[in-house]
Structure formats: C-alpha cells, structure tokens
C-alpha cells in the first residue's frame, strides 16, 4: 500500500506508515490489486531498464494476470523477450499490446522493425506508419521508412522520411547519404551534391559520401572535383582496385598523365584480371610517353585476357610492326 503523504510502500497489513507514520487508509481488494499491479508494473521497468530481462518479464506475468488487457505490461514483456532473442514471443505480446491499448505508437514501429527483418516489406511500413502517426519523434521510424520506401522505388515517400529523420536529428550524417543516393538516382546532381557536402561537413573521413560525391561531379562533367574526392576516399579508406582505375581515367581526361600511370598500376596491382586497365595504361605508355616495348607488354596483358579485344588487336598490330620498323632500322 502506497503511504499517501509520502508515497513510501507499505504492506498491505499495516495500518499506519513506516516511514512518516502517517494512518493509512483501508482499501478493497480489488482496488489492492490495482496498486499491486502499478508497483508490479514499475518494478518490471526498472529491471528492464537494468537489463534483468527474465526477472522484468515475471513483474509483467503478473501485471497481466491482474489485468489481460494491460497493454504497456505486453508491451514491456515483448520488449524484454526480444531482448532475450526471442522474436515470435515477442511480435505475439506486441501485437496483443496494441490489439489492448491501440495508441501505444512505440510498440507499432518495433512490429514494423521485425516486419522489416522478415522481409515483410510491405508489413513493415504498413506498421511503421501507424506507429508514426501516433509518435512521429520517433526519428529511427522515419529513417527506416526511408530505406524501405528507397527500396521499392519510392524516391519521393523516401525523400520524405529522410528528411523527417534529418529534421529531428540533424547531427547524424549518414541520412544524409541515403538521401543523396535517392537524389543521385533521380538524376538530381545538384540537390545531390549539396547533401553530400553536408555529410562530409559533419564527418571529414565519410568514405562513401566522398565516393558518391566524386560519381555525382563526374555526371555534371566537373572532373577536377570527381578525382579530387575519389582521390581523398582512396587515401583515407580501403583500397579498391575499380576505385583506382576511376581516378587513373579522371587524371587521364585532365592531362594528368603521370599520375594516371600511377593509378592504372596501382589498380593493377590490387587486381591483375581486369583488361581495361591494362589497355589504359598501354595507351598512356604509347600515346603520351613513346614507351613501345611498355605499352605492347600491356597490350598483351589485356589481350591475354580478352582475346577478341577489337581495339587491343588493331593498336598491338600497329605497335608491333612499328617496333619491327625501329628494329629494322637500327640494324641498317
């Protein structure tokens, strides 16, 4: 019993207060059961809180045999039993939390997460949606709202969601980037490219913000700023041989041959199976430097792997005859 001037807990026996001494009053059984149930019930989310998942879900037992259609206490024990990794348990008490109480709008977004992890698509945003309605501060809601609406073409609803998550947490840069690809695959460079430098503004070292910005200022044909962030993504975060032949390409259209050359090798180096990279640099080896003997060791390479290469076969033909015509030539 809960002392009325000093909210202290007392046994259901005792007529007057532990702890201030204050004459408690006497009270019905039924209307017993209901303190029990909210000291049960607060007792329970307290152990939640401290991560004693098994010991929270017998405070909730009991708060639902008091009352079966006490929705925060299915709530809190499919919050605990997912905790304990046990998910069909705990969509059952979730749903029956909402079926006993349907403006419980927290417990609408977890059933639309575990929807989500079943690939329930469909499910899950159906969920997430409702839950949204009734909690919109929810941000996760809205982020994975985002991803799902992303995911089946959606880009206007995705936009939406993201920029809802960004509007309720606007130091978090990875939506940031979910939002640019959504911009980026709808032909929106520009929107695109403002989203991204945000990103990176929050975080310097954002890898795949840099990558996708880089692809983003190649679409508008501004290559000094694509190599430049392909560049940086490449000096700072894995090495990737595709990466390196993307910016060898960049270096090479701005007539920054050497350093092209050193990229093509590098890529090389990573990853020797891919034709087009020995075919570059073979071209930079014969076009820009009259390196013959390089450029045909190349081109051999790339033939080696793609045997029916057109353009390899027509400029090693070229290059080998001429190499006949230098070799000729110093023989007289």
């Known amino acids: 019993m809960i002392c009325p001037r000093c909210q202290t807990s007392n046994l259901d026996d005792h007529r007057f207060c532990k702890q201030c001494g204050a004459r408690l009053r006497e009270v019905g059984r039924k209307e017993r059961a209901r303190e029990t149930l909210k000291e049960r019930f607060y ?3 307290a152990l939640f809180n401290q991560g004693s998942f098994n010991a929270a879900i017998e405070q909730f037992n009991h708060c639902i045999e008091v009352d079966p259609s006490h929705g925060v206490s299915y709530y809190y024990r499919g919050m605990a039993r997912l905790c304990r990794g046990s998910m069909p348990d705990a969509r ?3 749903k029956k939390s909402v079926e006993c109480e349907p403006g419980l709008g927290n417990a609408r977004v977890v059933l639309g997460i575990l929807e989500m992890i079943e690939a329930r698509n469909w499910e899950a945003i159906s969920e997430l949606r409702k839950g949204l309605e009734l909690t919109p501060e929810l941000a996760i809601g809205h982020l994975l709202l985002g991803h799902l609406e992303k995911e089946r073409g959606s880009a206007e609803n995705a936009l939406r969601d993201y920029e809802r998550f960004l509007e309720l947490v606007p130091e978090e840069c990875v939506p940031f980037y979910y939002l640019a690809q959504t911009l980026f695959e709808s032909g929106e460079m520009e929107k695109c490219i403002a989203l991204l430098t945000k990103a990176i503004k929050l975080r310097k070292n954002f890898i795949p913000a840099r990558k996708l910005l880089s692809q983003a200022y190649a679409k508008l044909g501004q290559k000094e700023g694509a190599a430049r962030e392909l560049k940086y993504a490449l000096e700072h975060g894995e090495k990737d041989a595709r ?4 910016l060898g390409l960049l270096l090479s259209d701005l007539h920054k041959e050497d350093e092209a050359i050193e990229m093509f090798k590098k890529s090389i180096k990573l990853d020797h199976s891919v034709p087009e990279v020995h075919y570059q640099l073979g071209l930079l080896y014969y076009t820009e430097k009259g390196l013959i003997k390089d450029a045909i060791a190349e081109l051999r390479e790339t033939l080696a792997l793609s045997p029916l290469d057109p353009s390899a ?10 190499a006949k015509d230098e070799e000729g030539g110093k023989k007289e």
């Open 92 to 94: 059952a008490d979730l």
């Open 313 to 322: 076969n027509l400029i090693l033909g070229e290059l080998l005859l001429e």
């Open 43 to 45: 007792r329970g989310v």
């Open 243 to 246: 990466g390196y032949y993307q």
